[in-house]
């Protein structure tokens, strides 16, 4: 990142932002860092700040730390009560209940701690959930919760 950075600036090329998508990330679990790709992220994070940078992270809502999360029962649930699970591009996954206010203070604590790292912003990919299960197809893309039964 920080070549790629110092390169904009040898070459005068405009730019304020980078942007990581999903590959700094840990198994693609969010508010993680891929220790081989990022060893030091606070240390580069610094750096790029100081040459003018500010960077972005995408941060999708379908898999948040999942532990904790399961612990706090803070995801969907069906009716009766089991775990809703959906299918989304990296495998199964549990979704946040973000119409409980626990889940939405637990999540707003993990986005102030990724930006009091040095994040400067957060791409909230989709601003829902995405799920390839829902319905009758296991191939039929719904977004959001709408997938969940009546």
């Not at 992220?41 to 003018?52: E, N, S, W, Y």
């Not at 591009?89 to 939405?104: K, S």
Request: charged residues 20%; glycine residues 8%.
């Amino acid at each position: 990142m920080l070549e790629i950075a110092e390169n904009f600036r040898k070459r005068e090329i405009p730019c304020d932002v980078i942007v990581l998508d999903i590959h700094y990330m840990n198994d693609y679990r969010v508010f993680t860092w891929d220790p081989k790709r990022f060893p030091d992220p606070q240390k580069m994070l610094q750096a790029l700040t100081a040459k003018g940078f500010r960077v972005v992270t995408i941060v999708n809502p379908g898999y948040p730390i999942f532990d904790q999360a399961t612990q706090q029962d803070l995801f969907l649930h069906y009716q009766n009560g089991a775990p809703f699970h959906g299918v989304v591009w990296p495998g199964v996954a549990a979704l946040p209940d973000f119409l409980n206010e626990r889940t939405r203070r637990f999540w707003g604590a993990c986005n102030a701690a990724w930006v009091a790292q040095g994040i400067a912003g957060i791409w909230n990919d989709t601003n829902r959930p995405f799920l390839r299960n829902a319905g009758n197809s296991p191939n039929r893309g719904l977004w959001g919760i709408s997938a969940m039964p009546a």
